[in-house]
């Protein structure tokens, strides 16, 4: 898995027993998974994966063993984006491996760096990719695929990203499948109203997970125990408060991550909640409490100035993937916001401010996505409000789970009240699985521990 080589440290495991190394952890969990990927004759195999647990190193490494083992086979993936990546991956591990990458008609579907590599090739014919080891594609594309002659073993990535109705139009095509995804992250998205299907074994807006699972309650299940990516400080919130039947540890330990700056804080707000976020992997700038417009120009503002201080700063982060300090640039920073006029926003006054090559986008673009440090405008910041938008499980959970070392929270005071005073109305639908964790236990969770790391936006 990614990172195994990192670290020997040794933690204690729960109530004192065996010490938790997090190599071996992830090592022997993606052992069962490749043996049961290569020997179980059940239809699926379903693996749940936490942030930055190693999801499309695994994918990659079952995908490889399957060729070498003569057993050809296809990949769904959900976006043309991870459709490329995949393949970028299979071959920088393999690059004498004959990947084919299935595209659409439209030009620019592609990622340009694919034509450099001399052992995957490209078509919008399936024809044209005949005899190749692996095939990978968008499920939209699949969904169209015709073919004699089927695939014996399939990979489906972000599986929980994928409609049921998705699986449905590709599921003739292979005879068994390795299911893997974050069962954290958002679900899959629909534009049209899913209520007259809701309770039914073929609702085809619940994720292709969820719907296999259903129809095969006996399939093989296992799960990464370890995130490579999330810090010693942030791992066991994110466990808790999103994964709390599939918790998982961070692979690195209290000391393993720093994070310093070379300019001393000017005693700001901006700059005070750096220093805690530098010191404890999170931190809270609280605005005053307010009813805002979506765009609240002073908590955009806020973000934005976090950022440029940031920069200026010259922050520098320490891991244990190396034994100095590395610049945190501003490719390594990204910031989260749950609308896009939002994201439009900061990126408009970061640009006043002189501040380019940050990304900026939504908790649903930046899934699957890592960085050194992260800013992220809550959901509910300003709201009069709590819609089961802003209060999707899934979107606090992309947004608090794409950092390495710290993640500033920017939010004006009150949201634990607004929660308090908008229950769930939700019906209580027959048939349907009471989704968990909660969203109003999972952020109160997250607010409980931002409340630790406040700093106050004018002192």
């Known amino acids: 898995m990614t990172g195994a080589p990192w670290t020997t440290r040794q933690t204690p495991g729960p109530g004192g027993a065996e010490p938790f190394d997090p190599g071996a952890a992830a090592a022997a969990a993606t052992d069962a998974i490749l043996h049961d990927t290569l020997h179980s004759t059940r239809p699926g195999v379903v693996v749940d994966s936490p942030p930055g647990a190693g999801k499309s190193t695994l994918v990659v490494r079952a995908a490889r063993e399957l060729a070498a083992a003569g057993h050809p086979l296809m990949i769904v993936a959900q976006t043309n984006a991870q459709v490329d990546d995949l393949v970028l991956r299979l071959a920088e591990k393999d690059p004498q491996l004959p990947v084919g990458r299935l595209h659409g ?26 005899g190749m080891d692996i095939v990978v594609s968008t499920a939209a594309k699949w969904a169209h695929t015709k073919v004699e002659e089927g695939w014996r073993h399939a990979i489906v990535d972000e599986a929980y990203q994928m409609r049921s109705d998705a699986l449905l139009a590709v599921a003739g095509l292979f005879e068994r499948a390795l299911f893997v995804g974050d069962p954290g992250q958002l679900d899959p998205f629909s534009v049209v109203g899913a209520e007259q299907w809701a ?10 997970v969820a719907t296999l699972l259903a129809h095969n309650p006996d399939l093989p299940q296992h799960r990464l125990p370890v995130s490579w990516r999330l810090p010693a400080s942030a791992a066991p919130l994110v466990s808790d408060a999103f994964y709390p039947f599939a918790r998982f540890r961070s692979g690195t330990g209290p000391g393993d991550r720093s994070l310093a700056f070379g300019v001393p804080g000017d005693g700001s707000g901006v700059d005070r909640v750096l220093d ?17 417009p979506r765009t609240d120009p002073e908590a955009v503002r806020a973000v934005a100035l976090v950022v440029r201080r940031l920069l200026d700063r010259g922050a520098a982060a320490t891991s244990e993937r190396g034994p100095d300090p590395e610049p945190v640039t501003a490719a390594r920073v ?30 649903n673009r930046l899934q699957g996505r890592e960085y050194d440090v992260t800013v992220v405008l809550h959901p509910l910041s300003g709201r009069p409000d709590a819609t089961a938008f802003h209060l999707e499980t899934g979107r606090l959970c992309v947004l608090a789970s794409r950092h390495r070392h710290a993640c500033i929270v920017v939010c004006r005071a009150g949201v634990a009240e607004l929660l308090d005073e908008h229950p769930s109305t939700e019906p209580v639908q027959l048939g349907v699985t009471v989704k968990f964790p909660d969203s109003w236990e999972a952020h109160h969770a997250v607010l409980a521990r931002l409340a630790e790391h406040r700093v106050g936006w004018r002192g």
């Open 105 to 130: 008609s439209e030009t620019g579907t592609v990622d340009p760096a694919l034509a450099a590599l001399p052992e995957v090739r490209t078509s919008a014919k399936i024809a044209d990719l005949a």
């Open 276 to 292: 805690e976020a530098a010191v404890s992997g999170w931190g809270l700038l609280e605005l005053p409490a307010r009813h805002t």
């Open 199 to 208: 309770g039914l074994a073929y609702d085809p807006s619940s994720s292709a």
């Open 334 to 363: 990204a910031v989260g916001t749950a609308h896009r006029d939002q994201a439009a926003a900061v990126r408009a006054t970061l640009s006043e401010l002189g501040v380019s090559g940050v990304v900026v986008d939504t908790a």
